[in-house]
Every structure is written in C-alpha cells, then in structure tokens.
C-alpha cells in the first residue's frame, strides 16, 4: 500500500514534469533532427527476426530535406551488438519478395494482347548509394539522452521522453548514431542490433510521420507465418486483379486495389505480399518458366560479394546455405560484431558462439567481411521451419506508430507471384491501342497516382493506375543485376522495372481523377495531394502547379491547402518552391496567403527545407526546467516501477 502511495506521489510528480506513466513499450527508433523539423521521414525499412531464444532487428529510413545533422536513438539492451549491414541485404529481401503480376491466360476483346510471358513487378529492388552513419556512437542512459538532446538544441516531446524512460526500466540503454544527411533524398545505411530480448512485436517508429505518410516495408523471421495481431493483415484479392490491354506500358490496378484496402482502414493495417519457407533458400520459377524469382540467400551473397561486402566465392556460400532448406538441425547461437558499439559489456555477459551437439554453426550461413545478417537471421532456429513474411503498408500523417504486435498464424504459403482474373475493359473509344500511364508507386510518401495513359488515334485516353502502390512491365530475359543507381532506392528496379518513385520528378498529369496523392507530373483536376512536377534545373526539383483543393508540396498552389513548394496564394502554409535552375534540390517560394512562409526563392545551389507542419498537430518540446525534472525524477520512478 505504501508502494502504491509513493508510486502515485512519483508520477504525479512526473506527470507536472510532462512525463506520463505510460505502461511498457516496444519502440524501435527516435529520429531527432538538427535544426528541428528541418527533414521528414519518408519511408522505413524494417526485417525483424524472432527465433529460438533471442531476437534481432534490422531498420533504415529515407529522409527528406534539408537538415544538417539526424540522430537515430535506438533502444537496445545490455550486451547487444550495434552493427551495419551490407545494402545487399534489404536489396535482397526485396528481390526475393517483391510481387509479380501475370496478366489474364485468356487473350482480350479489345486493345493489345500482352506480349509472351509478359508481367509486371511490383517493388524494386536496385542500388543506392546509402548514407553510412558516423562511426562515432554513444550508449546513453535515459537522463543522459535528455540532457544531451537539450545540449544540442534536439527536440524530444513528451511522448518520445515517457516512452524513452520507460523502455530504460524495461532494461535498455540508449545508442544514438548519427548521420550527416545530404540537401534533399538520403537513404540511411541499415542499422542492426543483435541480440535483443525476445521480441514479441515488430519495432517501428518511436518518431511522429510529418506531413506525408511513411510507407513502411516490414520483413519477419520466424517459425512460420508472421502476422499483425492488432491490425488487420489483408490479403489482395486475384477476382479483384485487372490487366490493361492498351498499349506498350501494360499495368495491373494492383496499385489501385492496394490504395483502397488501407484508405478503407484510414492506413491502420497491413497488406501481407507474402509468405514462404522455400524463397530463402531457392529460386521460384514462373512465367511460363522464362524468368524466376531469386532465391533470397544466394542473391544476397552475390551482391554482397559485389559491393565487396562478401568473399568472392559467394557462389559456394550460397550453395551452402541452400543446402540447409530442409536442415532440422538447430543454428548455435550466431554473435553480431558489435562495429559500432557493444551496449554496457561490462553489465551483461559477452555474446559467445558456442555450439551443442547435433548444431549448425553459423558460419555456414556466413560469407566473409560483413556478409553475416543471414546467420544473425537464422540464429538459433531450425532451417527447415523457418518462415519469411512481407507485409507493407503505412504510418498515416501526423500519427506515431511505435510497434506493431506479432503472432505465428498457421496456414499455406502466401505467393509473390499474382495472375489477373480479367481485363480492364477500357479500350479507348475506337477500340484502338493505347499506351497505359503508370501505376501508384507505395514507396512513394504520399500514395503517388499513377499517370495518365495516352489514348489510341482518336480515343479517349484509358489513364493510369491510381494508387500507392506502384509497378512496372516486366519481361523475359536477364540484365545487370546491379542496374545503374538511382535518386532513391525505389526509383528503378533492374531490367524490367521502370517505377517512378519519392523525389523523382518526372511526368505530366492533366487530368488525375484518382483520390491518393501524385507525386509526379503536374495535376491540374486531382483532389488529392500533389508533391512534384516538371524539373526545369540540373538537380531534383520539386516544383509544379496546382489547381487542387488538397495538399499541395510542390509547385505553386492556387488552393487553402498547405504548399510545400512554390508560389502560394492561399491560406495553407508555404514552405518550398520552384527552382528553375542549379544542380542541386530546391524548395522555396514565395508566399501571398494568409499561411506561413518558410523560405524564400532559390534560384540554384542545393537548398532543400521541409514543411513544418500543421499547426497544432506536433507536440511541443520540453522545457530546460522540465528536463531537469526529469532527469531529478528518473531514479525515483525506476525504483516505483519495478
């Protein structure tokens, strides 16, 4: 009783300090900018491994903006290992599960018969240049991170700085890795720690979304098939699956149906593209066996081994971790490098490799320098029960979404590998052939509408896909494995992927009637948001016009909504503009309306700032006074807790 008085008295006490006594929590990243709110989060990549006794977890974000320096807080406990991993992991969870729609086997009344084996990719899987952290990290306690935020003019709200206190009393410390971002796109090298304690949940973002929503790709591990347990996991419907005959830039509406089933949840589920055992170990032949998918651990060794990542014999490598598809022999416990850092060595004991009878050592599922996030995947699980699921969807704007929980749902294996039951029947007026416009790409921030189709001569134009989750025509034949980089890894996709992705610019839209956003060409009669148009300089521009009534961030801005980008007339707030010339990304404007001005017109250089935000939808930071409480208080509420 007296406990229970004392505990109330402490967090009344925090409470006054705004730190609320929230209940316990898996979080995985706090992202702290420097200036604040000067770059918004705008996807995140995630794989989580729950296997056998202890858990990992993998995760990298793309940025937008200006901001000159970003500090990822990760929670990990004592004895953990903070590593990076090569780019060719992501890649090749991506190229292992990436989806690939057939059209209908019957051939269509109108418009163009698809080419042999034809199909179209969904997701990409190409290299980019990622932004490797400082090496320079530091393990912080909770008091120590609030003082240090505060020291570095860091914002921390008072959601982020209860949740932070509360994953301290759960037993973790706190690695701040920061990484120096460059004017506009970056994407940040993966981030690993391993081991942690066993992970019930899916860690995700401890940070707010901005104004966009952060389309988010989740890769579990486990002895079966992973699934959301709080959200809806949704599964696409093939009788629902429509191919457009017209033209050569034949797509699916996969995108528009992906779209509306999480609009329909206002983006609280999860779309779950697949789930198997085989794709890890082997390729899966389709398309009338001219192409295959790739096995996931023989295409991660080969691009490891070239980005020199990966001992050359990658091939024997992968031979080798091919083998163990139906191995029921148990992988001893595999340690991470601890690169970075190595949390509190001298509180936990050292992470040893120490293998029992009858047990695979890891380093059969290893292959030199880097190359090991197959065997911390696998470490201490049974080959042959091992699962790979992907689920995608989004974090909606303004929302936090800290984690998301797991259970093992028992049932088949969910294909990557999609037919269309029929085709869409708009063939133009006079039946003639037209080219198809794009479909919506999830990767981009804001849904992304797809394109609009030109019409055969003389009929109406069928338009492009709508939707947030965008593909490409695909064909027979083999190309670069490695295709040329792009301006963001979800811009291209090897040699049968032409998706338009986050910060390309590129394309025009007259007549967009979709309701999810566009993120490329200019959109004069969308209702939805608008985020880029027509470059006129040698950088990425984000500038445009719009005629919408939605949010506008690029362009000018003829509406109330808020404008990121351009001239503004209304009353939302401006924030960035055109640029009509200089190599770098520009976004500033100038403003006429009633809203808030951020920055002023650029005519070149490499000055890209981000919008920052509704008024009134960001918590505000915490005061020095309410800091020092807080950091007075801690011990107190550590000791109440337990």
Same mark, same amino acid.
């Given at each position: 009783?007296?406990?229970?008085?004392?505990?109330?008295?402490?967090?009344?006490?925090?409470?006054?300090?705004?730190?609320?006594?929230?209940?316990?929590?898996?979080?995985?990243?706090?992202?702290?900018?420097?200036?604040?709110?000067?770059?918004?989060?705008?996807?995140?990549?995630?794989?989580?491994?729950?296997?056998?006794?202890?858990?990992?977890?993998?995760?990298?974000?793309?940025?937008?903006?200006?901001?000159?320096?970003?500090?990822?807080?990760?929670?990990?406990?004592?004895? $953990?290992?903070?590593?990076?991993?090569?780019?060719?992991?992501?890649? $090749?969870?991506?190229?292992?599960?990436?989806?690939?729609?057939?059209?209908?086997?019957?051939?269509?009344?109108?418009?163009?018969?698809?080419?042999?084996?034809?199909?179209?990719?969904?997701?990409?899987?190409?290299?980019?240049?990622?932004?490797?952290?400082?090496?320079?990290?530091?393990?912080?306690?909770?008091?120590?991170?609030?003082?240090?935020?505060?020291?570095?003019?860091?914002?921390?709200?008072?959601?982020?700085?209860?949740?932070?206190?509360?994953?301290?009393?759960?037993?973790?410390?706190?690695?701040?890795?920061?990484?120096?971002?460059?004017?506009?796109?970056?994407?940040?090298?993966?981030?690993?720690?391993?081991?942690?304690?066993?992970?019930?949940?899916?860690?995700?973002?401890?940070?707010?979304?901005?104004?966009?929503?952060?389309?988010?790709?989740?890769?579990?591990?486990?002895?079966?098939?992973?699934?959301?347990?709080?959200?809806?996991?949704?599964?696409?419907?093939?009788?629902?699956?429509?191919?457009?005959?017209?033209?050569?830039?034949?797509?699916?509406?996969?995108?528009?149906?992906?779209?509306?089933?999480?609009?329909?949840?206002?983006?609280?589920?999860?779309?779950? +593209?697949?789930?198997?055992?085989?794709?890890?170990?082997?390729?899966?032949?389709?398309?009338?066996?001219?192409?295959?998918?790739?096995?996931?651990?023989?295409?991660?060794?080969?691009?490891?081994?070239?980005?020199?990542?990966?001992?050359?014999?990658?091939?024997? %490598?992968?031979?080798?971790?091919?083998?163990?598809?139906?191995?029921?022999?148990?992988?001893?416990?595999?340690?991470?490098?601890?690169?970075?850092?190595?949390?509190?060595?001298?509180?936990?004991?050292?992470?040893?490799?120490?293998?029992?009878?009858?047990?695979?050592?890891?380093?059969?599922?290893?292959?030199?320098?880097?190359?090991?996030?197959?065997?911390?995947?696998?470490?201490?699980?049974?080959?042959?029960?091992?699962?790979?699921?992907?689920?995608?969807?989004?974090?909606?704007?303004?929302?936090?979404?800290?984690?998301?929980?797991?259970?093992?749902?028992?049932?088949?294996?969910?294909?990557?590998?999609?037919?269309?039951?029929?085709?869409?029947?708009?063939?133009?007026?006079?039946?003639?052939?037209?080219?198809?416009?794009?479909?919506?790409?999830?990767?981009?921030?804001?849904?992304?509408?797809?394109?609009?189709?030109?019409?055969?001569?003389?009929?109406?134009?069928?338009?492009?896909?709508?939707?947030?989750?965008?593909?490409?025509?695909?064909?027979?034949?083999?190309?670069?494995?490695?295709?040329?980089?792009?301006?963001?890894?979800?811009?291209?996709?090897?040699?049968?992927?032409?998706?338009?992705?986050?910060?390309?610019?590129?394309? +025009?839209?007259?007549?967009?009637?979709?309701?999810?956003?566009?993120?490329?060409?200019?959109?004069?009669?969308?209702?939805?948001?608008? %985020?880029?148009?027509?470059?006129?300089?040698?950088?990425? =521009?984000?500038?445009?016009?719009?005629?919408?009534?939605?949010?506008?961030?690029?362009?000018? =801005?003829?509406?109330?909504?808020?404008? %990121?980008?351009?001239?503004?007339?209304?009353?939302?707030? =401006?924030?960035?503009?055109?640029?009509?010339?200089?190599?770098?990304?520009?976004?500033?404007?100038?403003?006429?309306?009633?809203?808030?001005?951020?920055?002023?017109?650029?005519?070149?250089?490499?000055?890209?700032?981000?919008?920052?935000?509704?008024?009134?939808?960001?918590?505000?930071?915490?005061?020095?006074?309410?800091?020092?409480?807080?950091?007075?208080?801690?011990?107190?509420?550590?000791?109440?807790?337990?």
């Amino acid at each position: 009783m007296r406990s229970r008085v004392a505990r109330k008295v402490v967090c009344a006490a925090l409470a006054g300090a705004a730190l609320l006594c929230a209940s316990a929590v898996h979080a995985q990243t706090a992202v702290l900018l420097s200036p604040p709110d000067a770059s918004e989060i705008r996807e995140l990549r995630v794989a989580h491994s729950s296997t056998g006794d202890h858990a990992s977890l993998w995760f990298s974000l793309k940025l937008y903006g200006g901001a000159d320096d970003v500090f990822v807080v990760v929670p990990a406990p004592a004895g $953990a290992k903070v590593d990076v991993s090569t780019d060719a992991w992501f890649e $090749a969870l991506s190229a292992g599960t990436n989806l690939r729609i057939l059209p209908p086997t019957s051939a269509p009344t109108c418009g163009t018969k698809p080419a042999p084996n034809s199909y179209e990719t969904i997701g990409v899987d190409s290299h980019v240049e990622t932004l490797a952290p400082d090496p320079a990290v530091a393990v912080r306690t909770f008091a120590e991170v609030v003082v240090w935020a505060k020291g570095e003019g860091l914002v921390l709200t008072m959601d982020q700085t209860s949740r932070l206190a509360d994953l301290e009393v759960q037993g973790n410390r706190f690695v701040t890795v920061r990484f120096q971002p460059q004017a506009g796109e970056s994407v940040t090298r993966t981030v690993r720690v391993s081991p942690t304690s066993q992970l019930t949940a899916v860690p995700l973002l401890l940070t707010s979304a901005g104004s966009t929503r952060v389309p988010t790709t989740v890769w579990a591990f486990a002895a079966g098939r992973a699934w959301p347990a709080n959200r809806p996991g949704l599964i696409v419907d093939t009788a629902k699956l429509q191919w457009s005959p017209s033209g050569n830039s034949a797509h699916s509406n996969y995108g528009v149906l992906w779209d509306s089933m999480l609009a329909a949840a206002q983006g609280h589920a999860w779309i779950v +593209d697949s789930a198997s055992h085989e794709g890890l170990f082997r390729s899966t032949p389709f398309a009338g066996g001219t192409d295959a998918i790739p096995a996931i651990g023989a295409t991660y060794f080969e691009r490891a081994a070239g980005y020199g990542d990966a001992s050359s014999d990658y091939q024997g %490598c992968a031979a080798r971790f091919a083998a163990l598809e139906w191995s029921h022999s148990r992988v001893a416990k595999a340690c991470g490098r601890g690169d970075l850092t190595t949390v509190d060595p001298q509180t936990a004991p050292a992470c040893k490799e120490e293998m029992a009878p009858g047990e695979t050592a890891p380093d059969e599922l290893r292959c030199g320098k880097i190359a090991d996030d197959l065997a911390i995947a696998l470490s201490a699980a049974t080959p042959a029960d091992t699962w790979l699921t992907r689920w995608t969807g989004y974090i909606p704007a303004w929302v936090t979404r800290d984690s998301e929980a797991v259970e093992l749902k028992p049932g088949a294996a969910i294909s990557n590998v999609l037919t269309c039951s029929t085709y869409d029947k708009d063939c133009g007026a006079d039946g003639g052939a037209g080219s198809g416009g794009q479909s919506g790409n999830p990767n981009q921030p804001d849904g992304g509408a797809g394109g609009p189709g030109q019409g055969g001569a003389g009929g109406a134009p069928p338009g492009g896909g709508s939707g947030a989750y965008g593909g490409s025509t695909g064909g027979p034949g083999t190309g670069n494995p490695y295709p040329p980089e792009e301006d963001c890894y979800d811009c291209g996709g090897g040699s049968n992927s032409t998706v338009y992705a986050s910060g390309s610019c590129s394309g +025009d839209s007259s007549s967009s009637s979709g309701s999810s956003d566009s993120c490329s060409g200019n959109s004069s009669d969308s209702g939805g948001d608008s %985020c880029s148009s027509s470059s006129d300089s040698g950088g990425d =521009s984000c500038s445009g016009s719009s005629d919408s009534g939605g949010d506008s961030c690029s362009g000018s =801005s003829d509406s109330g909504g808020d404008s %990121c980008s351009g001239d503004s007339s209304g009353s939302g707030d =401006s924030c960035s503009g055109s640029s009509s010339s200089g190599g770098g990304d520009s976004c500033s404007g100038s403003s006429s309306g009633g809203g808030q001005s951020c920055s002023g017109s650029s005519g070149g250089g490499s000055d890209c700032s981000v919008a920052k935000g509704r008024s009134g939808r960001r918590l505000p930071p915490l005061s020095g006074v309410t800091l020092g409480l807080v950091a007075l208080l801690l011990p107190l509420r550590r000791r109440f807790k337990r």
